[in-house]
């Protein structure tokens, strides 16, 4: 039996798109499905900090009653639990923790419009240093037809290796196909290099279009010997641009989104870095952040699993 999936659920946001997603990747995989809501409780305060989380339900017992039943009706088996404590975050995290969960799944704040995440305090607070792959579920997101694409944003470092690793592993599991991803970021130096001064009687100055232009060359021909080895389905591209810009305007054209943290921070907790932060607010997708320095970061999701399906998925 894989480890579960703990999906946190605020019923006053009036949005299911995370346990919506939980299940699927339940179906998918045959992990576990653990749902939580966490309320305020007796507690007046939090002894440490000296106040409650206005992120809490008054009471979260019983608030999940309608979910609960419609995963029944859709035949998905799921614990659902009801926490108390002075903070959503804190409750999740210490929940994650001693379930041990593969995959750990949150929503969009009430702030969020349809087809975006725009996290909210929690899952904010949730995100840096969670100790485990964390799932942000856009607001109003539903399943739409199976697990067909899976988009990896790729760097050339540990954390983007990671990253390629467990998108592969997932697209795999699914029989879907891979997308790779790598933007080329316009930086001081890149326009120095269409500068008269560089040039000489050897060569002509190049205008940016040619600058960039080589960069994205160079860029496909390293993406193109890093996926040779892979199998499965893979297609890989690079883009010229901001990457933050990009990965989230990619992200609408594949069913998930794999990310890995910042290159930085402590190791085994999930850290957002530029590209990951943008992509929790704006992405189109869900998207899944990777905790760093854990190599075979989604094994614990896939494994044991069995080869469910793509389609299974959205039943």
Not at 276 to 281: F, G, V
Request: aromatic share 4%.
């Amino acid at each position: 039996m894989s480890k579960p999936i703990l999906v946190g659920y605020d019923p006053r946001q009036a949005d299911d798109a995370p346990v919506e997603f939980g299940a699927a990747v339940a179906r998918f995989t045959g992990a576990p499905l653990i749902v939580v809501t966490v309320e305020g409780g007796h507690r007046r305060h939090d002894h440490k900090t000296g106040h409650i989380d206005d992120d809490l339900a008054a009471e979260g017992a019983g608030a999940a009653g309608p979910v609960e039943s419609r995963l029944k009706d859709a035949g998905v088996a799921a614990e659902f639990r009801c926490l108390q404590s002075t903070s959503a975050a804190r409750a999740l995290h210490e929940a994650a923790e001693e379930s041990g969960a593969a995959l750990l799944v949150v929503g969009g704040s009430r702030r969020s419009a349809v087809g975006r995440a725009v996290v909210g305090s929690t899952g904010v607070r949730l995100l840096h240093g969670a100790p485990c792959p964390v799932a942000v579920a856009p607001r109003g997101w539903k399943p739409k037809g199976g697990l067909e694409t899976v988009g990896v944003a790729y760097v050339d470092s540990d954390e983007g290796r990671e990253a390629l690793r467990s998108a592969h592993a997932l697209a795999g599991r699914a029989g879907g196909k891979l997308k790779v991803f790598t933007v080329v970021k316009t930086t001081p130096s890149t326009h120095l290099e269409t500068d008269a001064r560089q040039a000489s009687w050897e060569h002509e100055r190049k205008d940016m279009i040619d600058v960039e232009g080589g960069h994205l060359v160079v860029a496909e021909e390293h993406l193109r010997d890093v996926i040779a080895d892979l199998g499965g389905d893979v297609e890989a591209e690079a883009f010229n641009g901001h990457p933050a810009d990009e990965i989230v305007r990619l992200s609408g054209l594949v069913d998930l989104m794999v990310v890995g943290s910042r290159g930085y921070g402590p190791r085994r907790a999930v850290l957002l870095g530029s590209v990951s932060r943008r992509l929790m607010d704006e992405a189109a997708s869900p998207t899944i952040v990777l905790p760093r320095g854990v190599e075979g970061a989604l094994e614990p999701l896939l494994s044991e699993s069995g080869s469910v399906g793509a389609t299974a998925a959205n039943g």
